[in-house]
């Protein structure tokens, strides 16, 4: 069984972690976008890489590769996953 780590955002998930979406306060076009492609509260994310600079990191959730900024992760908030 996993076990999860107090809830925290997005941003704060390391490279290589799993990462439980509980909640995505993004709003607008954007949150559209992103629900669209798999972030909703209940799935999982991975946390693949790093850009060169930092910012943005790369993500895969439900099958679908994407980057997000730092302002963006900050809104997705939920839970790592200890596997």
């Known amino acids: 069984m996993y076990k999860v780590k107090t809830q925290q955002n997005l941003y704060q998930a390391k490279t290589g972690e799993e ?14 976008r992103l629900l669209g492609l798999g972030f909703v509260p209940g799935s999982t994310v991975e946390i693949l890489k790093k850009s060169l600079l930092g910012d943005p990191i790369s993500y895969m959730v439900a099958g679908t590769f994407i980057a997000l900024r730092k302002e963006e992760r900050r809104l ?8």
Do not use: A, H, S, T
Request: charged residues 40%; without cysteine.
């Open 19 to 32: 990462f439980f979406i509980k909640k995505v306060e993004i709003k607008g076009e954007l949150k559209r």
């Open 76 to 83: 997705i908030f939920g839970k790592v996953i200890d596997l």
